[in-house]
T-cell receptor, first 117, second 110 residues
Framework: GAVVSQHPSWVICKSGTSVKIECRSL??????MFWYRQFPKQSLMLMAT?????????EQGVEKDKFLINHASLTLSTLTVTSAHPEDSSFYIC?????????????FGSGTRLTVV | GNSVTQMEGPVTLSEEAFLTINCTYT??????LFWYVQYPGEGLQLLLK?????DKGSNKGFEATYRKETTSFHLEKGSVQVSDSAVYFC?????????FGKGTRLSVIA
């Protein structure tokens, strides 16, 4: 079945540094990738949708200059948290699909726990 | 707007008990409906889905039926196991990306 690999699974960084999270589709071409953020005991909040080769579409309230998303190929999307601060500490999850609609299927990565100290 | 409302947890059950987690949705048109499961420290896994009214999704003993008249997609399992302990998310998708409910934490004790 479809597999999405997300790396790293956890990272601790100092305040003010940048962190890159990778999301790879291993056995299918992901034309669309989604990035979510999950706070403890809460639901997933969609941050942005990215289509291969084009700029990401950010949800309202998400700072595009802080959360840089690159989707340069059909198998890789990256999320870079720039100048991270403690309030950016969260669980970030990517999801990949071969299309925008759910009938194409969504596959989720295993998530990245970011802790900013 | 589009939204998903599911019962708040946590839900604690004894092994072999019957499980129901309620989920209702608000959406335009006829969205596809999903249940995802998140085990501790992991990402989300699709548990089951239904794409049209009266469809029943099922997997690993879990079932949910797409009820258009009540805009519901309640999750049920006849006999839960300790290994079912996780957070369960109801979600729908119409012409937008997935919209998730807040999740329901299930704890099954032996």
């Amino acid at each position: 079945g479809a597999v999405v690999s997300q790396h790293p699974s956890w990272v601790i960084c100092k305040s003010g540094t940048s962190v890159k999270i990778e999301c790879r589709s291993l056995d299918f071409q992901a034309t669309t990738m989604f990035w979510y953020r999950q706070f403890p005991k809460q639901s997933l909040m969609l941050m942005a949708t990215s289509n291969e080769g084009s700029k990401a579409t950010y949800e309202q309230g998400v700072e595009k200059d802080k959360f840089l998303i690159n989707h340069a190929s059909l198998t890789l999307s990256t999320l870079t948290v720039t100048s991270a601060h403690p309030e950016d500490s969260s669980f970030y999850i990517c999801s990949a699909s071969s299309g925008l609609l759910a009938n194409y299927g969504y596959t989720f990565g295993s998530g990245t726990r970011l802790t900013v100290v | 707007g589009n939204s998903v409302t599911q019962m708040e947890g946590p839900v604690t059950l004894s092994e072999e008990a019957f499980l129901t987690i309620n989920c209702t949705y608000t959406a335009t048109g006829y969205p596809s409906l999903f249940w995802y499961v998140q085990y501790p420290g992991e990402g989300l896994q699709l548990l089951l889905k239904a794409t049209k009214a009266d469809d029943k999704g099922s997997n690993k003993g879990f079932e949910a039926t797409y009820r258009k008249e009540t805009t519901s997609f309640h999750l049920e399992k006849g006999s839960v196991q300790v290994s079912d302990s996780a957070v369960y998310f109801c979600a729908h998708q119409g012409n937008t990306p997935l919209v998730f409910g807040k999740g329901t934490r299930l704890s099954v004790i032996a």
